[in-house]
Nanobody, 115 residues
Framework: QVQLVESGGGLVQPGGSLRLSCAASRSIFSGNTMNWYRQAPGKERELVATITSYGSTSYADSVKGRFTISRDNAKNTVNLQMNSLKPEDTAVYYC?????????WGQGTQVTVSS
């Protein structure tokens, strides 16, 4: 069964940190690029961070220097360490992978940054 399951969201104060995790089925994790997206209320879903199967990473300009994506190939997980969080980081965060012939998405995890 193909699935992505996110965890780790919650409420945090500005300047705080959260770590998101995504557990993936081995069939869609191994050898594939993994992504984190987010969608804020009233806004389009946007790409936040990407990690290739070789460990190369890229980030949206809005999170560079604050977020770090990583993967554990032994556990089929991809993580997103989020530091120095801002209110504008508030969104539902989704794990994503393209596994031919379609995109797969997790159910999403809510991140709220508020004092």
């Amino acid at each position: 069964q193909v699935q992505l399951v996110e965890s780790g969201g919650g409420l945090v104060q500005p300047g705080g940190s959260l770590r998101l995790s995504c557990a993936a089925s081995r069939s869609i994790f191994s050898g594939n690029t993994m992504n984190w997206y987010r969608q804020a209320p009233g806004k389009e879903r946007e790409l936040v961070a990407t990690i290739t199967s070789y460990g190369s990473t890229s980030y949206a300009d809005s999170v560079k220097g604050r977020f770090t994506i990583s993967r554990d190939n032994a556990k089929n997980t991809v993580n997103l360490q989020m530091n120095s969080l801002k209110p504008e980081d508030t969104a539902v965060y989704y794990c994503n992978v393209y596994y031919y012939p379609r995109n797969y998405w997790g159910q999403g995890t809510q991140v709220t940054v508020s004092s």
